[in-house]
């Protein structure tokens, strides 16, 4: 079973980046497909993107189209994502695990907080 680790959520203001990691251990990283999801306050967890396992194709929720950048460097099972010219609306709790559709890779881990002031 894969577990899944995410760090590198933090407090910015409103317009600035953050980089997350998904740290993923178990299985071969390179085949399978990674997807960012993430929860805000009173809201149902949701798909933010996806990226394939060769990293050639990726995904992406209208909300973050052109501001998130998902990646993955497979030599080191790791996937990322860029999120720039952030929004206090994308406040919330990001998690990695399979894109939607996919059966998942493992349990979701605790995730890592973002918070965006105004």
């Known amino acids: 079973q894969v577990q899944l680790v995410e760090t590198g959520g933090g407090s910015v203001p409103a317009g600035g980046s953050l980089r997350l990691s998904c740290a993923a251990s178990?299985?071969?990283?390179?085949?399978?497909?990674m997807g960012w999801f993430r929860q805000g306050p009173g809201k149902e967890r949701a798909f933010v993107a996806s990226?394939?396992?060769?990293?050639?194709?990726?995904r992406y929720a209208d909300s973050v189209k052109g501001r998130f950048t998902i990646s993955r460097d497979n030599a080191k099972n790791t996937a990322y994502l860029q999120m720039k010219s952030l929004k206090p609306e994308d406040t919330a709790v990001y998690y990695c695990?399979?894109?939607?559709?996919?059966?998942?890779?493992?349990?979701w881990g605790q995730g890592t907080q973002v918070t965006v002031s105004s």
């Open positions: 178990g299985g071969t990283f390179s085949s399978y497909a």
């Open positions: 695990n399979s894109p939607p559709s996919y059966p998942l890779l493992g349990p």
């Open positions: 990226i394939s396992g060769s990293g050639i194709t990726t």
